[in-house]
């Protein structure tokens, strides 16, 4: 039984922020995820914007928390090596009638302190392929990697001494005299406080200790992809008028870091939180929606989709939009709820740690760390270095001129710093995340086995424990032809 003071329930965005925030403190803390690795739910399936604050209700956390999280964003990026660019946005009103919703947008985003609001003429924007009436411009919007984001707070919390413990579910929580017991997978462990970032699974954190007095309702969003051919496509962000109706922004057009552009996220509620699946005739509606903004995306455009689970605290019925719940169980001291942390999540998520830290330190008494690393060193990646930079290095190293991902140049070197990682994640997907490879066109086809070679061989990971992404997805049954001592 280990004796921590903090335990965090997730390791999603806003588990590896608290983490992060924590770790400037001396305080023994650890992160509980029962994926493989950090960002295995909301965090790594998302838009991957970062947020103005036009859209939350002044008085709101959300708008509070969105507002604060973007104005840090460039730092932490620029320390912790996860790239942010400013494209901004656009929110397009197709008539006149729409136009009166992008006055109300700009209020909202003045109320909250947004800079740089300005209602251009429909000829005004600078999007070629982009017909409207009018449009809001939002300059302070900007695009991340969502997944590059949560492992990059989640590495400098490890460097920094926060114990991440990775396939490992929180089963019970039990209210001691001086804190909690907390039963998982891995076996049990104590901690004064517990944070529940469990996103999804917020209720069922709750209820192990007290009864709910909320309900979560999972909304799916699907996306398709785009492939980098068509990047010119638009050159910031495109939205529509909020869907009031549900709670959601509706489906934008959004260019990414790496060069594709992205369509959606559908609304849908559903029963089961897990059903993450991406449907044809989703597919059929996305396009067609973005279609309305911009009519020259053809069908071939698209490569790839996939889906992200909204954690929502407001029904269809009752419009599906309701404000972060970020307190102390109602009726358990010591617990500290986060509860629906749905979009502006990511853009919330560094201001949303700092909260969370404050109301730790009514409890705990916080003294800064004399040692504490806010930098994160992360190398240039070697698709992106001069010719002369990548010589250097394979004459120093010949594992640097080995390629391994053809189609994203990623070199021997690469995967096994991203094999290193502090955190001790090893799946596939792990790699795929920090360096790219099998992110490319051919989706892992060529590079597959040369990472299993590299897991086998220099990891001494054997290929039956070996997963693509979680923990119940092995790659492989066994050897063919093995050897039997029988
Ligand atoms: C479709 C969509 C689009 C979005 N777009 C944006 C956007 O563009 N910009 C923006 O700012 N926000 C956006 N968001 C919101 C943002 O993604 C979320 O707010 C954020 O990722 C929530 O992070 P989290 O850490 O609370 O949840 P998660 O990332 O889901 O993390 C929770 C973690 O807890 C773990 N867990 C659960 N139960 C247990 C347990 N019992 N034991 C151990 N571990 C457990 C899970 O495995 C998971 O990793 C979007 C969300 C969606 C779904």
Known sequence: MKNFQVAIIGGGVIGSAIARELSKYKLDVVVFEMGSDVASGASKANSGVVHSGINSAPSS??????VEG???FQSLADGLGFPVRWVGKCVIAKNEEELSELKRLKQVGMDNSVPGLEIKDGSEINESNVSCHAALWVPTAGITLPYEFTIALAENAAENNVKFLLETKVTGLK?????????TTKGDFNSEIVVNAAGLNCREIVSMLEEPDFQVYPCRGEYLILDKKYRSLVNSMIYPVPVKELGVLGVHITPTIEGNILLGPSAEFIDDAEDKRTTKEMMKTLLKEAREIIPAIPDKAVINAYSGMRCKLASLKEGGWADYQIEEGKQTPGLINLLGIESPGLTAAPAIAKEVTKMISQSIKLKTKNNFKSRRVKGKRFSEMTPQEQSILIKKDDRWGRIVCRCEHVTEAEVIEALSNPLGARTLSSVKYRCRAGMGRCQGGFCTQHIVRIMEGQFNIDVKDMKLKSPD??????????VKDD
């Open 175 to 183: 209210k001691q005299k001086n804190g909690f017991l907390i039963k």
């Open 473 to 482: 997805s092995n790659l492989f049954y066994g050897r063919t032809r093995e």
């Open 61 to 66: 956390l959300k708008a509070r928390f969105c």
């Open 70 to 72: 973007n104005k840090m």
